[in-house]
């Protein structure tokens, strides 16, 4: 996104083929499946995800109409599923206005034929963050701590207190903060704050 | 939320009033804003129970069932505003909120041709107990309701009193009695079975059935036309369709949030998409009170031309192509491919723009596109002028689309027939300049004209059209002319919960209406669409009847019909004075047993 | 007798496998008229190849839908034979204008019968437009065989061909004859039988496969027989009787040449009109007829 402006002068510099053909009085057909067209850059093609720069927060699946975009939790392995599945897609790009990260990427591709359904799915897999403190997994994948770690604004929070909550459970958290209170004040706290889950 | 000068006067509202007397001023500012109102309301105090203003230009009523077909009527039959037509009704399970039914029609008031300031929508909203869904049909003495009282009474189980043809007409056959999909007790994933069955009447005497559809040439989409023929002369005409019905509405309203519907509206239609989607997020817009910025006004509008300009060269093609001039209709499409390629640079696709959201739009028009938009309506006009040159010197071309297909003034305004058909038969309407539509669109700000024809026939269809493309490239010259800069589009927060209001636009085929009733969470509670032709087939019968089967797909093809986006709810028939259904079985064992046309 | 024999077998192998290249010219000159790319000069025959290897599917036991293909077919390769290849008929015999009358009419004949041997509405409105298309072109073609036949004495058709005596009422027929066997070929805008918008194929909209394929192999034939035979209508009276291979042969190419130059015009004429509706083409054909009779009555007079 750098070369905004070039962008531009990319769209402006773009022209159809077939334009020319249209003024003649030669054949405007093209022998179309025999050979490729390219679509101008401002098509709405299917989108692709970028493993690299997801961080599995979810947005697009919220956004998507088609529910092209689905997104499973899977606690037992720690892995955090985002698939994508082009046959649903009705292109209409609102994922990729509403990806943070700019992971969802346009494309010009329009021909998504295929002879197996499993060409159509993307499908990105996120591990989870892991609270060493109660042994289970969170909600949220370690990416998306980094990610929240990168905007917070470094002024406001005391990045060391925040960097051993995060990667906590709601559970653990609050047990964390209780015992930290109990150190501090001596305060007494009911003990079923302190009671580790698996333990009734 | 910034408010413009027009919208200034919208600020007082005159909530619910007591049966009867309502005396508070509000009421009385409400109803001296139009002509006409005060007269009503004159007319029907013992009946009206609340009356407000939705939104600029839209007034509702609340009024006792029993009076909906004088209600309506009144309107429709008023003697000055003569072009005032019923333009469908809405049906809504109203028990979670009001513990009743209620059965609402839409008309759409014209005070004066043309003047989008003195027109208004309005809305009779009359209850009806939950136990008891019942209402007075007006059906028998206005054509127009036949369709929409037999669909609230498939879809919502209300029971329409008086209705000449009480028979199914949205569900499919193996539907089983007594489950109503559009009530909010029914999942939209639930799809009950029976066995089919149906009711169909018989043949005229002396008649052989000619079955046309649900495949056939001349149809683009399912839709089963029975003409009862006497050798090649149409006696009389039967008509099956809601073949592709596909829940539009029920999804619309169970799953999706309000800016996810927008794309589904989107859908609804392959060819007038972005009509849909204009007039839904109008809809909302309107109930959220939302001005949207003047560029996403007039980018909109500039999109909605630019579809119908090649919606009309793409139907003069298929009317072509009906009767066999096929270089005609691949002329008219070569015409047409360059606003597919423009639209695609404009907006990322060929059909389906994805343009809009609600509260603005998703693209903007680059300065340095004006030149190539100008240049294309330049290659279109001439391009036309050429075709049309050719067409209308065809003789055999002109030979069968005159005096074909004949649809009086009378029988337009009773079906309440919209768009060009209508302008064809002499009717002077069009929703563009008739209803408010300046806050969603830029129409009030450019000039044209409405062609108007009064032949009637399948020529002055084509004519009307033709002269409205015409119309199209014009507006579309203003638009570039006089756009706009600025924002194009503000945010939209929450929405109000149970507020609703109309959205309306018009498509290539007529007026599209989108009635939207919101409800908690951002989500839609109520949301009927009606495309243009969902008025306009119930009138096919009465064009046909007389002519030769050779010109009814030419006849059936002039309103331009679109069947899925009139089936976005299931299964219909025409009418002809008596109605009727058809499976396939039957229409298999038709075709068996009656051979022989000699 | 070995050129005879030759030239004949030439004019069998012209009228097998010529028609469906025709159609392809048609359609390449069609397609070039809508700015069309269009399909390769084989496609037709590409098609039938096709529709030859597909099975039928039957909607009826009757025997006719079986055999009213191959008998449309035999009749307009009959039709076919008793045309002259260079100067010389395949099958030469005594009267046979009667005879080619009668057998081109068959093809349309058969169509409608096997149209009529199912039970479906398009099919019988379409047979019914066929035999109407018929009823009322055939008695143009027999007056205008008439004049022919008068003007030149004889009811044969190489004769009638070679003894033409050029008057007033011979071009007049020439006119007509164009028209009607314009309309008999069922070119656009005459083809309301098999109006595909209108009545689904009409009398074909229950064939398919191999039976489909042969009827349009018939149809083709047809075409291309009634083509031949105004070509040679054309021809013969001006280059006269021949002998001689290498006479022959020129006349042959000519004949070839003229076909192939006809069609293309053919294909404009139906690529830019309209599709009549059938009460249109009964009523100009009545009134051909009508004109038709005056200029045999002309030819009577010797004019």
């Not at chain 1, 060493?132 to 998306?144: A, S, V």
């Not at chain 2, 989008?116 to 309005?122: E, L, T």
Request: hydrophobic share 45%; proline share 6%.
């Amino acid at each position: 996104m750098a070369e905004s402006v070039s962008y531009t002068e990319k769209l402006k510099a773009w022209n159809r083929k077939e334009v020319e053909k249209i003024g003649e009085k030669a054949p405007v057909t093209t022998p179309y499946p025999f050979i490729d067209i390219e679509k101008p850059p401002e098509y709405r093609g299917i989108p692709h995800i970028n493993p690299e720069k997801c961080v599995g927060c979810g947005a697009c699946v919220n956004a998507c109409p088609p529910d092209a975009l689905i997104m499973e939790w899977d606690k037992e392995h720690g892995v955090k599923r985002l698939t994508y599945n082009a046959a649903r897609c009705i292109r209409c790009a609102r994922c990729i206005e509403v990806c943070p990260t700019g992971a969802m990427e346009p494309t010009t591709r329009f021909e998504i034929a295929t002879n197996s359904k499993e060409d159509l799915v993307e499908v990105v897999e996120h591990r989870l963050a892991y609270c060493e403190e109660c042994g289970e997994y969170l909600d949220f994948t370690e990416r998306q701590i980094e990610y929240v770690k990168n905007i917070l604004p470094k002024e406001i929070f005391d990045m060391y207190a925040l960097e051993d909550r995060m990667k906590l459970t709601q559970d653990a958290k609050m047990r964390v903060t209780v015992e930290k209170l109990r150190e501090l004040e001596g305060v007494e706290y009911p003990a079923y704050l302190l009671a580790k889950r698996g333990d009734e | 939320m910034s408010k413009s000068a027009f919208e200034v006067e919208v600020e007082c509202e005159c909530e619910a009033c007591e049966k009867g007397k309502c005396d508070s001023a509000d009421l009385v500012d409400v109803l001296s804003e139009r002509e006409g109102l005060k007269e009503f309301y004159e007319e029907f105090k013992d009946s009206i129970h609340e009356c407000r203003r939705l939104t600029y230009g839209q007034y509702l009523f609340v009024i006792d069932r029993d009076v909906l077909p004088e209600a309506t009527l009144w309107w429709h039959n008023h003697p000055r505003f003569k072009e005032t037509h019923m333009s469908t009704a809405v049906g809504t399970d109203e028990r979670a909120i009001a513990g009743k039914f209620s059965y609402m029609p839409l008309i759409n008031v014209q005070v004066e041709a043309e003047n989008m300031d003195r027109n208004f929508w309005v809305l009779l909203k009359a209850y009806m107990p939950a136990d008891d869904p019942s209402f007075p049909s007006v059906a028998a003495k206005l054509p127009a309701a036949l369709w929409i009282e037999r669909e609230v009474k498939d879809l919502l189980g209300f029971r329409p009193i008086g209705h000449p043809d009480p028979r199914r007409l949205i569900l499919p056959e193996d539907w089983p009695e007594g489950v109503y999909p559009l009530r909010k007790d029914m999942d939209y994933r639930h799809s009950p079975m029976r066995e089919p069955e149906t009711e169909f009447r018989e043949p005229p005497e002396g008649t052989t059935t000619v079955p046309m559809g649900p495949f056939h040439m001349g149809i683009e989409e399912p839709a089963h036309f029975r003409l009862f023929v006497k050798g090649e002369e149409i006696v009389d005409v039967d008509y099956r369709g809601f073949y592709s019905h596909r829940g539009i509405e029920k999804v619309g309203e169970g799953r999706l949030t309000y800016n996810q519907v927008l794309f589904l509206a989107e859908r609804i239609c392959g060819i007038c998409g972005y009509q849909h989607s204009v007039s839904y997020a109008m809809a909302v817009e309107r109930l959220a009170d939302v001005d949207i910025p003047d560029r996403a006004r007039y980018i909109r509008t500039l999109m909605l031309e630019l579809e119908r300009i090649h919606n009309h060269l793409l139907w003069v093609g298929i009317a072509a192509h009906m009767v066999g001039f096929d270089t005609g209709f691949m002329h008219a499409w070569r015409i047409r491919e360059p606003v597919m390629w423009l639209v695609e640079r404009l907006t990322g696709n060929r059909k389906q723009y994805g343009m809009n959201i609600v509260g603005g739009v998703r693209r903007d028009i680059l300065d340095y596109r004006k030149e190539e938009i100008l240049k294309v309506v330049k290659e279109i006009r001439e391009g036309t002028k050429k075709f049309l040159d050719i067409a209308l010197n065809t003789n055999t071309f002109i030979k069968r689309a005159e005096g074909v297909g004949i649809l009086p003034y009378k029988i337009a305004k009773a079906y309440s027939v919209l768009g060009p058909t209508a302008r064809a038969s002499g009717r002077r309407i069009d929703a563009r300049l008739d209803q408010a539509t300046k806050t969603a669109m830029a129409y009030n700000e450019v000039d044209f004209k409405v062609p108007v024809y009064k032949e009637g026939d399948v020529l002055a269809r084509v004519l009307v059209r033709m002269d409205e493309l015409f119309e199209s490239l014009w507006i579309v010259e203003q638009l570039i002319d006089q756009m706009p800069g600025g924002d194009i589009m503000v945010p939209i927060g929450k929405l109000p919960e149970y507020a609703e209001a109309l959205g309306f636009t018009e498509a290539h085929r007529g007026e599209v209406l989108h009635y939207v009733m919101t409800g908690e969470k951002n989500k839609v509670y109520r949301w009927k669409v009606r495309a243009p032709t969902y008025n306009n087939l119930p009138a096919i019968p009465d064009m046909l009847r007389g002519y030769n089967v050779a010109d009814a797909p030419l006849i059936i093809a002039s309103i331009d019909p679109c069947y899925s986006c009139t089936e976005r709810v299931q299964f219909v028939d025409v009418r002809t004075g008596r109605v009727r259904v058809l499976t396939e079985a039957e229409f298999n064992e038709l075709s068996i047993k009656n051979r022989g046309v000699f | 007798m070995y050129e005879s024999l030759a030239l004949k077998i030439a004019g069998i192998i012209v009228m097998v496998l010529l028609p469906p290249y025709l159609d392809g010219i048609a359609r390449r000159v069609k397609a070039r008229i809508q700015y069309r790319r269009g399909p390769p000069l084989a496609q037709t025959w590409y098609d039938l190849r096709k529709l030859f290897a597909i099975p039928t599917v039957l909607p009826t036991k009757s025997w006719m839908f079986k055999a009213a293909p191959y008998l449309a077919l035999a009749s307009a390769l009959a039709a076919a034979l008793l045309l002259p290849y260079g100067g010389h008929v395949p099958v030469n015999f005594g009267y046979n204008i009667i005879v080619f009358f009668y057998v081109v009419a068959m093809v349309s004949v058969f169509v409608m019968l096997g149209g009529f041997s199912v039970q479906n509405a398009f099919s019988h409105l379409g047979s019914a437009r066929e035999m109407t298309l018929l009823l009322t072109v055939e008695p143009i073609l027999a007056v205008v065989y008439g004049v022919f036949a008068y003007n030149s004495g004889s009811l044969n058709l190489y004769h009638i061909m070679t003894h033409l005596h050029l008057s007033a009422s011979l071009l007049f027929a020439y006119i007509i004859l164009g028209y009607a066997l314009y309309v008999e070929s069922g070119f656009v805008p005459f083809d309301v039988a098999e109006a595909e918008q209108e009545v689904i194929g009409g009398p074909l909209a229950e064939y398919s496969g191999r039976l489909l394929g042969v009827f349009y192999y018939a149809i083709y034939i047809k075409r291309f027989a009634l083509l031949w035979f105004f070509v040679s209508m054309v021809t013969y009276p001006i280059v006269g009787p021949v002998h001689g291979l290498a006479k022959s042969v020129g006349l042959f190419a000519l004949q070839l040449l003229l076909t192939f130059a006809l069609y293309p015009i053919i294909a404009a004429l139906e690529a830019t009109n309209a599709r009549l509706r059938i009460d249109h083409i009964v009523r100009t054909n009545v009134k051909i007829f009508f004109i038709g009779l005056g200029i045999l009555a002309m030819a009577f007079m010797g004019w």
